[in-house]
């Protein structure tokens, strides 16, 4: 019971309807339901229902809730035929990312009620039962006012004695859901353990991680709120006045430099293998007592119905066990190039010389050789490693005239020009044009694929973790606000902990804004900050334009926190074909834009807070609307 606590014993039910009283059952209770005073009387059935309470916490993305989420935003292309959606529309509608689940806030309530009114239960673990559904609450909350900004802030299971008009709550302020996040993190962060070899259930650093993510959130919303005035509403449901920035700002970094300064237990970043890109891959996927960076986790167990299967659509396709189910998820080169080098610059990758001729390699890895740790850690690169075997990409022969020679799939075998043999012209995993599956984008993604044996098949999927919180982020997020604390120092001091682990041994000794956005892109990519990351910083409108990406929009301004990003691009290898020529046999790549990106991402204002159902307005007139709805 201590790690997994999902799908293994009965789950208890608090309540189906909205506003009945238990009273109101029938008498005869039916033989999967148990009674209330019996629930709360026995530790066991208590954690069965809050496990159940856990698994229906809120991800904007996940490891089973699909994989489309990572492919958006042009950090990655969509290799399956029925998503390509994601790259031909041009931007978001205004519903998108909403969540309004009080149906989940009640359920919070009532066990939260009915544990503080349990008698049987010994006091220690009534505490620690409440305050783990306090935070599961406030997580909620969080996720809620990061989507839709002011919400009702309920915080005890109402009941419908007839009068309906006492069950309608207005929208609270967005500062003070922020608020009562925070002020929940701090009631109960003492209530629960500093165990970080606990990571299914929340712990006191648990707490602190989503205290500190919360105060940075509101703080840049009120700094950088003002941007944007024509986001916000005049009972500031939306928005957050610039003058509460700083007092955000300092409750974030007080937040952090308490798991920082141990007073939660040890979290430390991982460092267990040497090679920096595997020890990178590893964070995501070591469970045993090593890692000590993971802080809060969705946990999933092998041999239960509680796995998943992004490993199985997000494999390399040469390397799929049951042969073809894979290479869903491709990151794009956008993302690729935004790793800087071991000199702290920033360089696009090198295809060209100063004249324009392609540059040659002896080895596909070349080209990204001297590169942040970062990069191989989160991608599979042409030529890189998964389970120790090499991906087979590249995307056909250039000839000595400079024309391609491929084929449509890696079985279709041509004779080379000159010659009467037939030999494979295409990558096993591409890329190719169209073909779903096989990457088009030149990369697969890394982070979060379980080296497991049988991890790929259907039959059994992968138990590796989703990492809510995580110790690098906590650092990340202390550099955040003490640079808008005017702290430089500090946030160096922080910024530089996290870099060093990626190989970026020379400190940096000056910060900026941009440096801020560059570094939480590389560090967290596909682990479900970046869309709320630039809205919180009101730049999703200026990275997601709605205009077409050229080759000079994706080599240029790297490093930029305005940097246009609308477009996946791609970066396919070929091998160089003219015998006799001392090029002969290496290889050369080309930037592409894949055929089926002809969209182009647009972040309108009326993406910024999800649009409000119409049903949730015309059930509750004391509900005010969005901005632009």
Same mark, same amino acid.
């Given at each position: 019971?201590? /790690?997994?606590?999902?799908?293994?014993?009965?789950?208890?039910m608090?309540g189906?309807?909205?506003?009945? /009283?238990?009273?109101?059952?029938?008498?005869?209770?039916?033989?999967?339901?148990?009674?209330?005073?019996?629930?709360?009387?026995?530790p066991?059935?208590?954690?069965?229902?809050?496990?159940?309470?856990?698994?229906?916490?809120? +991800?904007?993305?996940?490891?089973?809730?699909?994989?489309?989420?990572?492919?958006?935003?042009?950090?990655?292309?969509?290799?399956?035929?029925?998503?390509?959606?994601?790259?031909?529309?041009?931007g978001?509608?205004?519903?998108?990312?909403?969540?309004?689940?009080?149906?989940?806030?009640?359920?919070?309530?009532?066990?939260?009620?009915?544990?503080?009114?349990?008698?049987?239960?010994?006091e220690?673990?009534?505490?620690?039962f409440?305050?783990?559904a306090?935070?599961?609450?406030?997580?909620?909350?969080?996720?809620?006012?990061?989507?839709?900004?002011?919400v009702?802030?309920?915080?005890?299971?109402?009941?419908?004695?007839?009068?309906v008009?006492?069950?309608?709550?207005?929208?609270?302020?967005?500062?003070?859901?922020?608020?009562?996040?925070i002020?929940?993190?701090?009631?109960?962060? &003492?209530?629960?353990?500093?165990?970080?070899?606990?990571? =299914?259930r929340?712990?006191?650093?648990?707490?602190?991680?989503?205290?500190?993510?919360?105060?940075?959130? =509101?703080?840049?919303?009120?700094?950088?709120?003002?941007?944007?005035?024509?986001?916000?509403l005049?009972?500031?449901?939306?928005?957050?006045?610039?003058?509460?920035a700083?007092?955000y700002?300092? /409750?974030?970094?007080?937040?952090?430099?308490?798991?920082?300064?141990?007073?939660?237990?040890?979290?430390?970043?991982?460092?267990?293998?040497?090679?920096?890109?595997?020890?990178? =891959?590893?964070?995501?996927?070591?469970?045993?007592?090593?890692?000590?960076?993971?802080?809060?986790?969705? +946990?999933?167990?092998?041999?239960?119905?509680?796995?998943?299967?992004?490993?199985?659509?997000?494999?390399?396709?040469?390397?799929?066990?049951?042969?073809?189910?894979?290479?869903?998820?491709?990151?794009?080169?956008?993302?690729?190039e935004?790793?800087?080098?071991?000199?702290?610059?920033?360089?696009?990758?090198?295809t060209?010389?100063?004249?324009?001729?392609?540059?040659?390699?002896?080895?596909?890895?070349?080209?990204?050789?001297?590169? &942040?740790?970062?990069?191989?850690?989160?991608?599979?690169?042409?030529?890189?490693?998964?389970?120790?075997?090499?991906?087979?990409i590249?995307?056909?022969?250039?000839l000595?005239?400079?024309?391609?020679?491929?084929?449509?799939?890696?079985? +279709?075998?041509?004779?080379?020009?000159?010659?009467?043999?037939?030999?494979?012209?295409?990558?096993?995993?591409?890329?190719?044009?169209?073909?779903?599956?096989?990457?088009?984008?030149?990369?697969?993604?890394r /982070?979060?694929?379980?080296?497991?044996?049988?991890?790929?098949?259907?039959?059994r999927?992968?138990d590796?973790?989703?990492?809510?919180?995580?110790?690098?982020?906590?650092?990340?997020?202390?550099?955040?606000?003490?640079?808008?604390?005017?702290?430089?120092g500090?946030?160096?001091?922080?910024?530089?902990?996290?870099?060093?682990?990626?190989?970026?041994?020379?400190?940096?000794?000056?910060?900026?804004?941009?440096r801020?956005v560059?570094?939480?892109?590389?560090?967290?990519?596909?682990?479900?900050?970046?869309?709320?990351?630039?809205?919180?910083?009101?730049l999703?409108?200026?990275?997601?334009?709605?205009?077409?990406?050229?080759?000079?929009d994706l080599?240029?301004?790297?490093?930029?926190?305005?940097?246009?990003?609308?477009?996946?691009w791609?970066?396919?290898?070929?091998k160089?074909?003219?015998?006799?020529?001392?090029?002969?046999?290496?290889?050369?790549?080309?930037?592409?834009?894949?055929?089926?990106?002809?969209? =182009?991402?647009?972040?309108?204002?009326?993406?910024?807070?999800?649009?409000?159902?119409n049903?949730?307005?015309?059930?509750?007139?004391?509900?005010?609307k969005?901005?632009?709805?």
């Amino acid at each position: 019971m201590k /790690k997994t606590y999902k799908a293994f014993i009965l789950a208890a039910m608090l309540g189906t309807g909205a506003c009945n /009283k238990d009273s109101d059952y029938l008498d005869v209770q039916p033989k999967n339901i148990i009674p209330t005073e019996t629930l709360f009387s026995d530790p066991t059935l208590v954690l069965s229902a809050l496990a159940n309470l856990y698994d229906r916490q809120l +991800d904007f993305s996940g490891l089973d809730n699909g994989w489309a989420s990572f492919a958006d935003f042009s950090e990655a292309f969509p290799s399956e035929n029925g998503s390509a959606y994601l790259v031909q529309r041009n931007g978001w509608g205004f519903g998108e990312w909403g969540t309004w689940d009080y149906a989940y806030i009640r359920e919070l309530n009532l066990f939260i009620q009915r544990a503080t009114a349990a008698t049987k239960l010994s006091e220690d673990d009534k505490k620690r039962f409440i305050a783990e559904a306090r935070f599961l609450r406030a997580n909620y909350y969080f996720e809620m006012v990061k989507r839709m900004g002011g919400v009702p802030l309920i915080t005890a299971p109402l009941e419908f004695t007839g009068d309906v008009v006492s069950l309608q709550y207005p929208r609270a302020k967005e500062s003070e859901v922020y608020d009562f996040i925070i002020s929940e993190a701090e009631a109960i962060k &003492d209530l629960l353990p500093s165990n970080p070899d606990e990571k =299914a259930r929340v712990t006191k650093g648990a707490a602190l991680a989503m205290e500190a993510r919360a105060a940075l959130y =509101a703080g840049s919303i009120a700094k950088y709120g003002t941007n944007t005035p024509q986001v916000s509403l005049p009972g500031n449901e939306v928005g957050i006045p610039a003058s509460m920035a700083n007092g955000y700002y300092t /409750k974030a970094l007080a937040a952090a430099q308490q798991i920082i300064n141990g007073s939660a237990g040890g979290y430390q970043l991982y460092k267990e293998i040497p090679n920096l890109s595997e020890n990178f =891959a590893s964070i995501f996927y070591d469970k045993s007592g090593k890692n000590k960076e993971s802080i809060w986790v969705e +946990d999933f167990k092998a041999g239960t119905t509680k796995t998943h299967s992004f490993t199985v659509n997000d494999q390399p396709y040469s390397q799929s066990e049951e042969g073809g189910d894979a290479g869903r998820l491709n990151p794009s080169l956008n993302i690729v190039e935004a790793f800087e080098k071991l000199d702290n610059t920033y360089a696009p990758l090198a295809t060209t010389d100063a004249s324009g001729n392609p540059i040659f390699y002896t080895n596909q890895q070349d080209i990204f050789a001297g590169r &942040d740790a970062r990069l191989e850690g989160t991608v599979i690169i042409p030529g890189g490693l998964f389970k120790s075997q090499p991906v087979d990409i590249w995307a056909g022969y250039q000839l000595a005239d400079g024309s391609i020679f491929s084929s449509s799939d890696a079985a +279709d075998l041509r004779a080379l020009p000159g010659t009467n043999q037939s030999v494979q012209v295409l990558g096993r995993d591409g890329p190719a044009n169209g073909k779903e599956f096989r990457t088009q984008s030149g990369f697969y993604i890394r /982070k979060y694929l379980d080296p497991a044996t049988g991890s790929g098949r259907r039959g059994r999927r992968s138990d590796v973790a989703f990492i809510r919180y995580r110790y690098a982020e906590v650092l990340l997020n202390a550099a955040e606000a003490a640079f808008e604390l005017n702290q430089p120092g500090v946030a160096l001091g922080y910024i530089n902990q996290v870099r060093s682990r990626a190989g970026l041994t020379n400190p940096l000794t000056d910060i900026n804004f941009d440096r801020i956005v560059h570094e939480r892109r590389v560090e967290l990519v596909f682990e479900g900050h970046t869309l709320f990351d630039m809205k919180r910083w009101r730049l999703a409108h200026v990275v997601w334009d709605g205009n077409q990406m050229t080759l000079a929009d994706l080599k240029t301004n790297i490093g930029s926190a305005t940097k246009r990003n609308t477009q996946p691009w791609g970066l396919w290898p070929y091998k160089y074909y003219n015998p006799g020529n001392p090029n002969n046999g290496k290889w050369l790549f080309k930037e592409v834009k894949p055929n089926l990106v002809t969209g =182009a991402n647009r972040f309108q204002f009326g993406n910024y807070y999800s649009q409000i159902n119409n049903d949730i307005l015309s059930n509750n007139p004391k509900i005010v609307k969005q901005p632009n709805q």
